[in-house]
T-cell receptor
Framework: NAGVTQTPKFQVLKTGQSMTLQCAQD?????MYWYRQDPGMGLRLIYY???????DKGEVPNGYNVSRLNKREFSLRLESAAPSQTSVYFC??????????????FGPGTRLTVT | RKEVEQDPGPFNVPEGATVAFNCTYS??????FFWYRQDCRKEPKLLMS???SGNEDGRFTAQLNRASQYISLLIRDSKLSDSATYLC??????????FGKGTRLHILP
């Protein structure tokens, strides 16, 4: 089992460019999440998908869109990248239901720099 | 009060010592509590859950104090490999999970 995989691992964009971050999990989890982590800010939830076919905004959704392509895959799109979106992006998955929702399994992250 | 608050550290502790972290939370209706560990430039990983009665896993002990709204993590006989950032996680509800900013721990040889 690969767990949660993310691509790419590193990316440099110019302001205004667009890109999609890919995430896939092979644990048959229903819930998937996108976080960003900035120095001194901790992990902040961008979007989440409680189950296939549903997506909801988290704490910091502006400037992002998501697609839950199927049960395995959850992508994050930056339509017009801004320097404020320079961050480390983590995808996570979990099995919903009571306390198990908090047992999140994270991918290795994507380090994004926007110049 | 911030939703989940932790001392950012760093805590510099000699190998073999005992170290304790606290985390306070603001929502008295919170039901689920966890500690995650994050190594430098790596993803967070679940360390342990925190149960009302307190729980232990080897050298690690977690406690919950609902009256004062804090949870704690105690690491005994610390090892060099314990050096990491420890994240407190609180769940007011199944669709709202709050991560603390983390406490950095350095174990000194």
């Amino acid at each position: 089992n690969a767990g949660v995989t993310q691509t790419p691992k590193f990316q440099v964009l110019k302001t205004g460019q667009s890109m999609t971050l890919q995430c896939a999990q092979d644990m048959n989890h229903n819930s998937m999440y996108w976080y960003r982590q900035d120095p001194g800010m901790g992990l902040r939830l961008i979007y989440y998908s409680a189950s296939e076919g549903t997506t909801d905004k988290g704490e910091v959704p502006n400037g992002y869109n998501v697609s839950r392509l199927n049960k395995r895959e959850f992508s994050l799109r930056l339509e017009s990248a801004a320097p404020s979106q320079t961050s480390v992006y983590f995808c996570a998955s979990s099995e919903p239901g009571g306390s198990r929702s908090y047992e999140q399994y994270f991918g290795p992250g994507t380090r994004l720099t926007v110049t | 009060r911030k939703e989940v608050e932790q001392d950012p550290g760093p805590f510099n502790v000699p190998e073999g010592a005992t170290v304790a972290f606290n985390c306070t939370y603001s929502n008295s209706a919170s039901q689920s509590f966890f500690w995650y560990r994050q190594d430098c430039r790596k993803e967070p990983k679940l360390l342990m859950s925190v149960y009302s009665s307190g729980n232990e896993d080897g050298r690690f002990t977690a406690q919950l104090n609902r009256a004062s709204q804090y949870i704690s993590l105690l690491i005994r006989d610390s090892k060099l490999s314990d050096s990491a950032t420890y994240l407190c996680v609180v769940g007011p509800g199944h669709d709202k999970i709050i991560f603390g900013k983390g406490t950095r721990l350095h174990i000194l040889p």
